[in-house]
């Protein structure tokens, strides 16, 4: 069986298509079981009892974060989500208060920054909102910020990231990086980056649980008093150890065959939607990632466009409101996300259905 095929039979079949990945992938049977029977366990035994007995499938999930990354000896807590990871992060923050991101960085982002009293600068871009690696050494070294804070792929945008070029940059001028990978993570290869902190969420392209997600620092970066905070926190056990059981899918199923395929079914899509009238593909056709965003054409209002798709076509697609990246965006758009799994036949009933809700 092709990566593709065997995707596919190791989840529900899907009730339509679903192109919606980089907001919650399908979960496989394995990683959905794992959850369940985990509850099961914590009425059989006990909660506090059953999470001792996961904690072996816990560690597994950590050290293969921890692979994945390429940092051997990084603290890795759980979290619900990216966001939550973001505020840890900041929350914990000793040092000055100005922290470097892209004019792309995402909105509830920025907003997180605010609120934990950051001044947020900006980092140089190119037209299409790409760090720009000739000037970024520069604007470090005229205006150094105590942080920067990289996010190595949008949530508004399939352009990737130049994350090793920021990473010199930064290490070059002895200031700290903490990388949102909540779209970057299994996407693309994020091992090795030399970042201080990285962090992701479950639900995305790793197709684990909603409601989970990691945070990986190198050793030393968080005080004392949050790591201790952190281990004794309430968490829900059952949605970390189908978290777990989803990375080790990831590993088995090879992380740089996976990444391979991305990258194809993106330039597909971004092939077959180029054909649908009236609306502009944003990214290259080759950009190496599996998001494709769309620019609906004067009028027409993607949200209702995404609930016709759903409604009339049982299509699942993303609505992005400017509120996704409010330094960047100034129309809302429409994001197509397939994962392997994704055929021919159904990237052209995609593009059929926006061809008819549109007319
Ligand atoms: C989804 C997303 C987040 C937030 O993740 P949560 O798990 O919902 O907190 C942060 N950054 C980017 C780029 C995202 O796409």
Known sequence: MTLAETWRAARPP?????VDSAACS???FAAIEAASQHARHEAEVGGYVAAQAAAPALDAGRAAIRALLGMPDAGVSFTTGSNHA???LLGDWTGERTVACLQGEYGPNLAIMARHGFDIRLLPVDEFGRLDVNAVGAALAHHPPALVHFTVLG???GIVQPVHAMASAC??????MFVDAAQGFAHLSMADIGADAVYSSSRKW?????????LATRPGLLTDSTRERLGHAETNVGLQVGFSVALGEHVAAGPSAVQARLREVGAAARTALAEVPGWRVIEHVDEPSAITTLQPPDGVDAAQ???RLIAEHGIVTTYLGIQRAPRQMHHPALRISPHVDVTDDDLA????ALTAVTR
């Open 86 to 88: 973001l505020d840890i």
């Open 155 to 157: 949530s508004h945008s």
């Open 206 to 214: 790793t197709a684990g649980p909603r409601g989970v997600g990691f």
């Open 26 to 28: 399908r979960q496989s």
């Open 305 to 307: 466009v995404r609930e």
């Open 171 to 176: 290490h070059g001028h002895g200031i700290p």
């Open 14 to 18: 899907a009730a339509g298509v679903h």
């Open 349 to 352: 009933a995609v593009a059929k």
